[in-house]
């Protein structure tokens, strides 16, 4: 047995049974700030270039952040390039504020304001490690220690902020984060930033943005949520300070922890487009947003036009965002299984037949056409579909309307195809089956001409008279008949050449577009010896469509013997 795991510590959460984040829901959208050039950029096998960058950075302001951080302009030339870019190009909207990073040390804050210079709106977000692990392992110092390095960061951005804004119109705000919050002990996490909002000067009416990160996930997302609680319950100066969120996403967890986070009482998260970021990522912020508008809740952010969106993504980080990632990969509204196929189907008929004014299809928890997707299908056939997938692909592609009873002899048939071929078959090889199986069936009977017209059968009553020929191979034949309707009529004409041994079950139909012209087409079940079965006809005449769909069928059991 392998007993490496006996190396790692369990993590100890905190005692807080005075939590209440557990009864809360999320009624709004909180304040978003992406970090995608700065800490998703870093993860990047090879970072983005200066173009790239403006480019992700215009569709951040597309999609609608108000806050991007933008770079680390102190730690390299390429870092500094894109922010005096954004600067000098007057590339930032009015509404738009960016967000630059920098350790606490004076000669990198002083070089961060220098890189400022002629920004409108700007968060000076400055950071050191506070764990007890940082602490033994990294610096060999006491919380003292880390609380100095703090406080005299936060003097220095101070007095830095009030010469710049003595000379300019420079809107400058602060953020401070405990890097490696959540492996800090709780009254030392809250110790710090309370000293740090003091020496900002936080008040009620100018806050100071306090982000708590989960620098690396070593926990349950419920433990997260209680220090986030914890210190929002605790911190002397809660009033002057907004509660920010920068959760990774070591454990897998970083959605669900950004959320219980928001409902422990966080005003804001930060994090990436699809979660790009260091180790295994940061919290998905298009993930987050699109669950908000899962629940009616407005995300304050536009991801309408996901396909661009994916696009531009994976070009500019040469990144792969993966088919079953949430809300944007290729297949998360795609069904294979027969048994979603078929409850798709019935949700998208039920929606289209009640006019529900709420989104109601079972396994597809928002509306595709949402996120620009109506032009992709949401079912696709293989060899795990079901009868309803083939129905669905002949009515949303198509037009055609299929009878339920059809369905399993259809989908009988679109499955023996799928495993035939190995893989998953277009909607085109759906239809191709469907036209060589019913609409391409003109032998061994061929209906060659046709008349149908009606008589007074006295009474009030009206006969209908179908008069017609048919080839049987080399012999054609003239047939005609009298009934209460075309199909009435057609049958007693079939059972005068001898085709008696079919009985009417059941008809359907409808008007389906091909091309510029509008056809009916009707679909005829019969039975046959205990059996059933079906046949399809179409014509610009629905009675014709009628007596076509008899003559398929026919031809379709006489074929099959």
Sequence with gaps: MNLGYKKYKPFQPISFPERTWPEKTITKAPVWCSVDLRDGNQALVNPMNLEQKLEFF??????????????????SETEYEILRALIDQDRIPEDVTIQVLVQAREHLIRKTFEAIEGAKNVIVHFYNSTSTLQRKVVF???????IDIAVEGARLIRKLTEEITASSDINIRYEYS???FSGTEMENAVLICDRVLEELGATPENPVIINLPNTVEMSTPNTYADQIEYCCRNMKHRD??????HPH???GTATAATELGVMAGADRVEGTLFGNGERTGNSDIMNLA????????????????????REVYERCTQLKVHPRHPYAGQLVFTAFSGSHQDAINKGVNFMQREKSPYWEVPYLPIDPADLGRQYEPIIRINSQSGKGGAAFIMHQNFGYILPKAMHP???????????????????QE??????????????????????????????????????????????TRAVSGKGNGPIDAFFNALHNIGLDHYDFVSYSEHAVSTGADSKAVSYIQLKHEGGTLFGVGVDSNISIASVKGILCAINRNLSAT
């Design 409 to 427: 002899e259809f989908g009988k048939m679109v499955k023996k195809a799928c495993d035939q071929a190995g893989r998953e078959i277009s909607p």
């Design 58 to 75: 215009q569709m951040l302001c597309d999609i609608g952040f108000k806050e991007i951080e933008v770079g680390f302009p102190s730690a």
């Design 430 to 475: 759906v239809f191709d089956i469907f036209q060589k199986e019913y609409l391409d069936v003109k032998a061994p009977y061929e209906l060659l001409s046709y008349k149908i017209f009606e008589e007074d059968g006295g009474q009030g009553q009206v006969i209908v008279d179908f008069e017609g020929s048919i080839r049987h191979g080399d012999d």
């Design 140 to 146: 060999n110092t006491d919380m003292q220690g880390v």
């Design 178 to 180: 405990p890097e490696s």
């Design 290 to 309: 699109m669950n908000l508008y899962s629940q009616g809740v407005d995300p304050e952010l536009d991801f309408s036009h996901m396909n661009h969106i």
């Design 249 to 251: 996403n070591d454990r």
């Design 240 to 245: 002057a300070a907004i509660i920010s969120l």
